[in-house]
């Protein structure tokens, strides 16, 4: 079975510039989540959607950032403009969506981003 | 919203010996408990969950427990070997919604 596939893999960029990741998640998974994981910290909830829905971006700095999944498959992330504190892997993140047998979140490899 | 509070944030043992990491969590409404193991460079990877109708879950050297009336649980790993050295998370969610809040992660280093 296919995982959840992220692009890019690294990404260094000065402050300022802007910055877009791509997800896949896994076929037929419903629910779609973007995760930013600091260095020694576990993985924080930025946007969650569910088919093309948001269901939860209440923690996502909207002044700099952005999603979309359009068509309730692929997903994109940007961040614009990019800040020093933004430097974090960014994890996305796919499950079946609903129902006590759907909660298990699979997750991509992550896009490492370093803002300079 | 969900606060989940983990410790240790290291732990070191020596291969052989069994390891335990605790998570407590805030939010009584809260019934799906995650763990996930992070190698360097890795994906988070799902290891072992439980549901809040159980107290305890094993699966070969792992098994985690939960209190829900401490709204704690635990994860145990006996027989610790190397390759068990990794980032161990653990989560709390509402299973209908979906949504997981994550502790921040124990570094496990487990001397040959």
């Not at chain 1, 296919?2 to 419903?30: D, L, M, T």
């Not at chain 1, 969650?48 to 948001?54: E, L, M």
């Not at chain 1, 269901?55 to 020093?84: C, H, M, Y």
């Not at chain 2, 190698?39 to 792992?62: A, H, M, T, W």
Request: glycine letters at 8%; one cysteine or more.
């Amino acid at each position: 079975e296919a995982g959840v596939a992220q692009s890019p893999r690294y990404k260094i960029i000065e402050k300022r510039q802007s910055v877009a990741f791509w997800c896949n998640p896994i076929s037929g998974h419903a629910t779609l989540y973007w995760y930013q994981q600091i260095l020694g910290q576990g993985p924080k909830l930025l946007i969650q959607f569910q088919n093309n829905g948001v269901v939860d971006d209440s923690q996502l700095p909207k002044d700099r950032f952005s999603a979309e999944r359009l068509k309730g498959v692929d997903s994109t992330l940007k961040i614009q403009p990019a800040k020093l504190e933004d430097s974090a892997v960014y994890l996305c993140a796919s499950s079946l969506g609903g129902g006590d047998s759907g909660n298990t979140i699979y997750f991509g490899e992550g896009s490492w981003l370093t803002v300079v | 919203g969900e606060n989940v509070e983990q410790h240790p944030s290291t732990l070191s043992v020596q291969e052989g010996d069994s390891a335990v990491i605790k998570c407590t969590y805030s939010d009584s409404a809260s019934n799906y408990f995650p763990w996930y193991k992070q190698e360097l460079g890795k994906r988070p990877q799902l290891i072992i969950d439980i549901r809040s109708n159980v107290g305890e879950k094993k699966d070969q050297r792992i098994a985690v427990t939960l209190n829900k009336t401490a709204k704690h649980f635990s994860l145990h790993i006996t027989e610790t070997q190397p390759e068990d050295s990794a980032v161990y998370f653990c989560a709390a969610s509402i299973a209908h919604a979906g949504k997981s809040t994550f502790g921040d992660g124990t570094t496990l280093t487990v001397k040959p």
